[in-house]
């Protein structure tokens, strides 16, 4: 009976101690949903940016608004083509993108808009490409990892001048016949310093670039004033810095963290907690049986 009695004094801290902590966190938690807003934004990280890659699209302002919510979560005046926004970190959940002729009313109705659903831990690029007839933006999820010892490489399209191109990195062909307005998958180049040229049948462009290992990078081909261009994004530097479990960002940082959440202390106290218990029940067996050591958990 006394030992039944001591087990039950251990369980009682154990809940008095989750009691205690549980409590900050919830109160924290209430407090982070309470400044995400409305609509269906939670409480992970994700990134997004947004690029204007239409040439003949005069320069819009762009706005993102989380969903349900009218005060945009960001306002970026007169984007003109070729120009590529920071990342931006914000909230897991959805989202819209709206474009309105630069300086124009913010309450005027959009030339341009798109929902866009961003989940923790990822990035993503949001694209005006195509004609300014045929106007659309298309999202793509950036990678963020890349395989041990290569770089990472995509091509978008944005040359309307050409309507086709054919990139080469260190002259291994990546993007053979790309029409305008398209964008390629990553595929795993050896890393180095090696030439980037553009082949387009008069307007053919050389850059150099250095593609660290680790490293993810985007090509954009553009229409310059004296021919192609080539606009190198990088996109994840594969630096030590993660955000939110991804490789660090290329343009940009993350969004301050706040202060810790008690849960991980909550999980400290409960198990060391149930190995009390446990260690009391193991000791009255092992007068019975010898049991054998348990190994401790791997870190994650």
Do not use: C
């Given at each position: ?46 990134w997004i940016r947004l690029a204007h890659l239409s040439p ?71 694209l005006a490409v195509g004609p300014r007839s045929g ?166």
């Amino acid at each position: 009976m006394k030992y039944l009695r001591n087990i039950g004094r251990v369980a009682l801290l154990l809940v008095a101690s989750v009691l205690l902590l549980a409590a900050p966190a919830v109160s924290a938690a209430a407090a982070a949903g309470g400044a995400v807003g409305q609509g269906t934004a939670g409480s992970g990280t994700a990134w997004i940016r947004l690029a204007h890659l239409s040439p003949n699209t005069p320069a819009v302002d762009v706005y993102l608004y989380s969903f349900g919510n009218p005060d945009a979560q960001m306002v970026l005046h007169h984007v003109g083509y070729g120009d590529v926004s920071p990342y931006l970190a914000v909230p897991d959940g959805d989202y819209s993108v709206a474009m309105r002729g630069a300086g124009a009313s913010p309450t005027s109705p959009p030339v341009l808009s798109a929902s866009i659903r961003v989940a923790a831990g990822s990035a993503y690029t949001a694209l005006a490409v195509g004609p300014r007839s045929g106007l659309r933006i298309r999202v793509f999820r950036d990678d963020l990892s890349t395989p041990s010892g290569q770089a990472l490489v995509r091509v978008v399209q944005a040359s309307m001048k050409h309507a086709q191109v054919t990139v080469s990195w260190g002259g291994k062909v990546i993007a053979s016949k790309l029409p305008f307005a398209s964008v390629t998958s990553y595929q795993a180049v050896s890393p180095g310093a090696e030439t980037v040229a553009v082949t387009a049948g008069g307007g053919d462009a050389n850059t150099a670039v250095t593609l660290a290992a680790g490293s993810i990078h985007t090509l954009v081909v553009l229409d310059g004033a004296k021919g192609l261009e080539i606009d190198n994004l990088e996109d994840a530097d594969g630096s030590s810095q993660l955000p939110a479990g991804g490789a660090q960002t290329g343009f940009g940082g993350t969004a301050p963290r706040g202060p810790g959440s008690p849960l991980p202390w909550l999980e400290v106290i409960a198990g060391g907690s149930v190995l009390a218990v446990g260690g009391g029940l193991g000791l009255r067996r092992s007068r019975r049986a010898a049991r054998p050591e348990r190994a401790p958990f791997a870190a994650a």
